[in-house]
């Protein structure tokens, strides 16, 4: 089992930055793709970025390209998602989440899930 804890999130306003973290404990993850989500009110949850913790390769949505960055710290057993240029569309629930496919933005392939960040962006 993998376990996934998600913080920092809050309210912020637009143009603004905030840091989200995921730590994760359980099984070691060094295979593994850990990605974040969001879901917005009324919304399905859509993906955001992804690394692979084995290589640091990264993807991102196009929504969040060049604002959004992620990033892994093998010591501390964390996922990042460093937020800037906040905009009011980016106002949704982060999930942090674990999957051993490799490099899939699809939340179908993503096993372990975190409970979740609220993240609020004001305009």
């Known amino acids: 089992q993998v376990q996934l804890v998600e913080s920092g999130g809050g309210l912020v306003q637009a143009g603004g930055s905030l840091r989200l973290s995921c730590a994760v404990s359980g099984r070691p993850v060094s295979t593994y793709t850990m990605a974040w989500f969001r879901q917005a009110p009324g919304k399905e949850r859509e993906f955001a970025s992804l690394i692979s913790w084995s290589t640091g390769s990264t993807y991102y949505a196009d929504s969040v390209k060049g604002r959004f960055t992620i990033s892994r710290d093998n010591v501390k057993n964390t996922v990042y998602l460093e937020m800037n240029s906040l905009k009011p569309e980016d106002t949704a629930v982060y999930y942090c989440?674990?999957?051993?496919?490799?490099?899939?933005?699809?939340?179908?392939?993503?096993?372990?899930w975190g409970q979740g960040t609220q993240v609020t962006v004001s305009s």
């Open positions: 989440a674990a999957g051993t496919k490799i490099m899939t933005g699809s939340s179908d392939e993503y096993v372990y």
